[in-house]
C-alpha cells in the first residue's frame, strides 16, 4: 500500500512564526503535491513538485513556498505564518493520474 | 480553467437509503474522473474513479458512471450505512500537462440510525 505520512497532526503557530510542513511517501511517486482545504472551499493547490529541485505554482502559492531535495520528501514553509493561513493542510503522491494523500496538518495561526 | 461543480450538503439518509451525489464538470479534452471520501479526522481516500468516457468506477457499493455527454460523474450507492458517513469530493485530473487534481467543494453525508 501507499503511504504518505505527514510529520504533524496539529500544529498551532503565532502570526510571523516560519512554520514547516513535511511530508514523506514511500512508493518512489515522481509528482507530490501541497493542498489545502478550507469548508465550503474544498481542496486548494499550493504547489506541486514533478521531480527532484523542480516546483510549480498551484492556485494560491501566495505566503507560501516549498522545497524538494530528496524524491520522497516535499515541504511546505510559511516564510511568516498569518492567521489566514489557518486550515487543514493535505499532501498527496502519485506516479500518474491517481493521487495518494496523507493524513493532514490541522495549522492553527493565533 | 477545469472545474467541478457537486451538491451542497449536508445529505442527511437513513440507513438502507438510497445515495445520490451529483457531480458536473467543465474540463477540456478527456479528463480523468475520480469519487475521494474523507472519514472524519482523517485524510482523503480514493474510493472510485473512472478513465474515459462509459467507463464505471464502483467500489465498497458505491458507483460513479463518467458520462461525457452530461459532463457528469454521479456518485450512487444502493444501501447506505451509518458508517459511510463522511465527506465525499468528487474530483478531476487532466490527462496532459498539469496532473493536479481540480476538486469540488465537498458534500456531507449524515446516515441516520
Known amino acids: 500500500d501507499v503511504k504518505v505520512t505527514q510529520s504533524s497532526r496539529y500544529l498551532v503557530k503565532r502570526t510571523g512564526e516560519k512554520v514547516f510542513l513535511e511530508c514523506v511517501q514511500d512508493m518512489d511517486h515522481e509528482n507530490m503535491f501541497w493542498y489545502r482545504q478550507d469548508p465550503g472551499l474544498g481542496l486548494r493547490l499550493i504547489y506541486f513538485s514533478y521531480d527532484v529541485k523542480m516546483k510549480e505554482k498551484g492556485d494560491i502559492p501566495e505566503g507560501y513556498s516549498v522545497s524538494r531535495e530528496k524524491k520522497e520528501r516535499f515541504s511546505l514553509i510559511l516564510e511568516s505564518a498569518s492567521t489566514n493561513q489557518t486550515s487543514m493542510y493535505l499532501c498527496a503522491s502519485s506516479s500518474a493520474e491517481t493521487q495518494y494523500f496523507g493524513p493532514g496538518t490541522r495549522l492553527l495561526v493565533l | 480553467g477545469d472545474s467541478v461543480t457537486q451538491m451542497e450538503g449536508p445529505v442527511t439518509l437513513s440507513e438502507e437509503a438510497f445515495l445520490t451525489i451529483n457531480c458536473t464538470y467543465t474540463a477540456t479534452g478527456y479528463p480523468s474522473l475520480f469519487w475521494y471520501v474523507q472519514y472524519p479526522g482523517e485524510g482523503l481516500q480514493l474510493l472510485l474513479k473512472?478513465?474515459?468516457?462509459?467507463d464505471k468506477g464502483s467500489n465498497k457499493g458505491f458507483e460513479a458512471t463518467y458520462r461525457k455527454e452530461t459532463t457528469s460523474f454521479h456518485l450512487e450507492k444502493g444501501s447506505v450505512q451509518v458508517s459511510d458517513s463522511a465527506v465525499y469530493f468528487c474530483?478531476?485530473?487532466?490527462?496532459?500537462?498539469?496532473?493536479?487534481?481540480?476538486f469540488g467543494s465537498g458534500t456531507r453525508l449524515q446516515v441516520q440510525p
Open positions: 473512472a478513465t474515459k468516457a462509459d
Open positions: 474530483a478531476l485530473s487532466p490527462n496532459t500537462g498539469r496532473r493536479a487534481l481540480t
